[in-house]
Structure formats: C-alpha cells, structure tokens
C-alpha cells in the first residue's frame, strides 16, 4: 500500500493547468495505472485536504467536478516527480526525429525501450522511434521542449495535446504588446 503522502504528491503532479481540469474517477485510474489502488472518495478527500496547502481548486460548473491549479500556479509546472522506481506508469510513443540527434533526443524525453524504424515520410536523414516513457506531465513538457525537433506521430491524444500546447505558445509569443 503506498503511503498517503505519495498518494497525494501524485495526485498533485496530475492536476492540469486551466483551463483544462480532471475528475476523481480519472485521478483513481491514473494512480490505479501506477499501482496506487485507492478509494474515490479517498482521492476526493485528498484533494480537499490539499487545497487548504497548495493553490487548487474544484471546477463545479460541470458534473463530475474537476480539479485544477489555480490560474496563478505557475510553479505547478516543475513539481518534480516521485523516482521512478516508486511509481512507474509508462506510455508507448512513437516519434519522428533527426537520426543525428537520435540517441540525446530519446535521452532528453526520459525515453527508454526504443525500436528505430524507418521514417514514414521516406527521408534518410529522420527516422521513426518507439519509445516507452513515464506517462507524467513532466515528460509531456520534455517533449514539448523539444517540438521544434520531434514530432509526435502516436498517441493521437498526445499529438492532439501538443499541438494545443503550440497554438497557446504561438498565440501568447505573437500577440503585441503595448510599450511602456
């Protein structure tokens, strides 16, 4: 049985940013995937326990309620993780990247069991990796460090994900703003 605090910590590190949001039947899987098997109502009164500590609140405009970060959190982003050797939930990607930077770009992302294949778009130079990483959102954020050079072409969610993260970037770094 894991211990409360890591329980919490987890649970910590899986709340998203606003505006997105995440219920307790979504918490209770996520840590069931780590090994972590516990209660709902006991994911629910962790979360409300965690909100008289850290900047999270419940979004009650929708059944089920989700949880987030305050839009405030900003530190949320680099809450390190558990070792992962105390949990490991892993996920299969499969990534398009240069072949020159192959073996530093898997490095970079935490990737680990990977198989090369040719690249589906026929060049020399890139290849097409299968690679298991931690499923957290630490490494999607390593992967998005790195977009400019690997592509996610599966999962389609995590495809879908970062390209969102993009379009937000894009967004934020292409709008002007008023000199002072």
Excluded at 76 to 81: I, K, V
Excluded at 119 to 136: E, F, L, M, S, Y
Aim: no cysteine; proline share 6%.
């Amino acid at each position: 049985m894991a211990s409360a605090i890591l329980r919490q910590w987890l649970i910590l590190t899986m709340l998203p940013l606003p505006p997105r949001r995440i219920d307790s039947g979504a918490l209770e899987a996520r840590l069931r995937e780590r090994g972590i098997d516990v209660h709902r109502r006991t994911i629910q009164r962790d979360l409300i326990e965690l909100s008289g500590v850290f900047p999270i609140i419940s979004d009650d405009r929708a059944k089920p309620y989700g949880w987030r970060w305050t839009d405030d959190a900003s530190f949320a982003r680099s809450l390190p993780l558990p070792r992962a050797d105390v949990t490991a939930a892993s996920r299969e990607l499969v990534v398009r990247l240069p072949r020159a930077a192959l073996s530093h770009l898997v490095a970079q992302i935490g990737g680990r069991s990977r198989r090369v294949a040719d690249d589906p778009d026929g060049t020399k130079d890139h290849a097409a990796v299968t690679v298991a990483v931690d499923d957290t959102g630490a490494a999607r954020r390593r992967l998005f460090g790195h977009a400019h050079e690997i592509e996610v072409l599966a999962p389609r969610d995590l495809r879908a994900e970062i390209a969102t993260m993009a379009r937000r970037a894009l967004a934020l770094h292409t709008h002007e703003r008023a000199s002072r």
